[in-house]
């Protein structure tokens, strides 16, 4: 636990340069770089996306809302931050599970990524 807000904001931003971009999953992209069961297909075609990063204040940060393009069939079950914007590129930085959701047709899946530093 951090207990001062300046180092606490540093860590923030430290955590938004080291994950400029988002990605969707179908699985646990697990813990060590990889990118496991990332979305792919669709029209239009998933793509990992830009996150437009926030201020950091008092060791929180908060993304804006992003939309990715979802191909039917798919059930995203993951979202995670990268270094690269290219998909299937083997460098997640973090994840988390998100709220499960099954695409019978293709759609969008709406993320608003918040890193806390406690």
């Known amino acids: ?10 860590l923030a931003n430290a955590y938004k340069a080291a ?21 792919t297909g669709g029209s239009p075609a998933y793509a990992r996306k830009s996150l ?5 204040a008092n060791g929180v940060v908060q993304s804006a809302a992003t939309a990715f393009d979802v191909p039917s069939g798919a059930t995203v079950t993951f979202f ?8 299937g590129t083997a460098d997640v ?4 599970a998100v709220t499960s959701q099954t695409f019978s047709s293709q759609g969008t899946y709406t993320v608003t990524a918040t890193y806390t530093q406690s």
């Open 1 to 10: 636990m951090v207990r001062n807000n300046t180092m606490k904001t540093a």
């Open 19 to 39: 994950g400029p971009y988002g990605a969707l999953f179908t699985a646990d992209p697990g813990t060590a770089g990889t990118a496991t069961g990332e979305v």
């Open 52 to 56: 437009t990063w926030g201020t950091a």
């Open 80 to 87: 995670g931050v990268t270094t690269a914007g290219t998909a």
């Open 93 to 96: 930085q973090d994840s988390v």
